[in-house]
């Protein structure tokens, strides 16, 4: 049990005010209600302007218990479109937006939340601050978002969404996740859709893409002119916002940790998130669930447990990052849906396999079963090309 120190200016501080951070916040608070927290981030609110959403079957039970506070949205279904195929399934997808994020943990955690708060360097048990200041604690973790590494290769889920205030309804069931029937441009492009209310939708043009970047003004236009094509006029935009998911293809998860040895770290700071999707609101999750669980979180113990999680899911995932090559280099851009559109053919139980990352050898070996829908060759180097990190 972590004894409080009256010398430190708290037992544990996180820095960064995200979604891993925000939720492992959350647990401890809970859990373990003497545990001095401290939350620094350096914007003006906790968590951005995002929508993180997960599907019902990547959680347990107890897990959705805890989180339910957070969930703004959720829907029994959800379905995709391709050019001739389109489909529902029958799995839950539930949806936080940053809103209500904010408002739960304004409500947990009150004053342990500084907000405004640039940091210029952060070790294992302190942090020091642009300020000159220097916070001492029992140990530190960061949760800033990802940094790109040499040591790991990587390809990208990148995105732009508008929130819609429409003049009329719809008609939309539920969430379309992916609407791969419009234009195939810069790798793999789909639009994805959430009905937040009967008039009110969120629309992301969104593309796994070999580049980072982002047009946003591009972006903005397709949106419009995809809501126009479906017949729905916009009304007003009431938010904006973007993102850049790292897809993970190889790597050398070692190499990534040890550039900060010993640093306890959360979330995609940590390298925690599904290879494929991108998602990675379950593995903050399990990470919270994991460090609240802890006998000791001293810097040293905290660090060595965090690491042991990371390098048991680089190892769970290395069925996503072959996966990953074959999406990526075995054929032209234009050509990526198909990889993805043969997926979604599969059972609906081993597609919600493929989103908790609970493949068994069984659903390993049917997807990459038959022939592949990439060029055979390109499909056998890309799944043995070796040493893709530069690390």
Do not use: C
């Not at 939720?23 to 001095?36: G, S």
């Not at 929508?51 to 995709?80: G, I, R």
């Not at 739960?104 to 294992?124: F, M, N, Q, S």
């Not at 029992?138 to 790991?152: C, E, N, Q, Y």
């Amino acid at each position: 049990m972590t004894v409080p120190s009256p010398a430190l200016d708290a037992d544990l501080i996180l820095v960064g005010g995200g979604l891993a951070n925000g939720l492992l916040a959350y647990r401890l608070q809970a859990q373990r209600p003497d545990l001095r927290l401290l939350v620094l981030e350096s914007g003006r609110e906790l968590g951005g302007d995002h929508t993180w959403s997960f599907h019902e079957t990547d959680l347990t039970a107890a897990q959705h218990e805890w989180l339910k506070p957070f969930v703004a949205h959720e829907w029994p279904e959800v379905s995709v479109r391709f050019e001739n195929f389109s489909r529902r399934l029958g799995i839950g997808y539930r949806s936080v937006t940053s809103e209500r994020f904010r408002y739960v943990l304004a409500r947990a955690l009150g004053d342990a939340v500084r907000l405004g708060t640039a940091v210029d360097a952060v070790e294992p048990a302190q942090v020091q601050l642009r300020s000159g200041a220097t916070l001492r604690a029992g140990a530190v973790i960061d949760g800033r978002g990802f940094r790109p590494s040499p040591h790991l290769a990587l390809r990208y889920q990148k995105f732009l969404g508008l929130e819609l205030q429409l003049s009329g309804p719809h008609g939309l069931a539920g969430p379309i996740i992916m609407d791969a029937t419009v234009a195939q441009t810069d790798g793999y492009r789909f639009v994805y859709v959430l009905p937040f209310a009967e008039d009110r939708v969120l629309i992301e043009d969104t593309y796994y893409a070999d580049r980072a970047d982002l047009d946003r003004e591009v972006l903005r236009r397709r949106i419009h002119a995809y809501a126009a094509d479906r017949g729905w006029t916009a009304a007003a935009t009431i938010r904006e916002e973007s993102g850049v998911l790292p897809i993970a293809l190889d790597g050398d998860i070692e190499a990534f940790w040890n550039t900060a040895p010993g640093q306890p770290r959360a979330g995609l700071r940590a390298g925690l998130f599904h290879a494929t999707t991108g998602y990675s609101l379950p593995d903050a999750v399990r990470l919270a669930d994991r460090i609240a669980a802890l006998p000791d979180l001293g810097a040293g113990p905290l660090a060595a447990a965090i690491w042991a999680h990371v390098a048991d899911h680089w190892r769970g995932q290395r069925f996503f990052r072959l996966l990953n090559r074959m999406l990526f280099l075995a054929g032209r851009p234009e050509d990526r849906h198909r990889v993805l559109r043969r997926f979604y053919g599969f059972p609906e139980s081993l597609i919600a396999r493929f989103y908790a990352g609970r493949l068994s050898a069984v659903d390993k070996a049917r997807i990459v079963a038959g022939r592949p829908p990439v060029p055979l060759g390109a499909a056998l180097r890309a799944l043995a090309a070796p040493d893709l990190a530069k690390g």
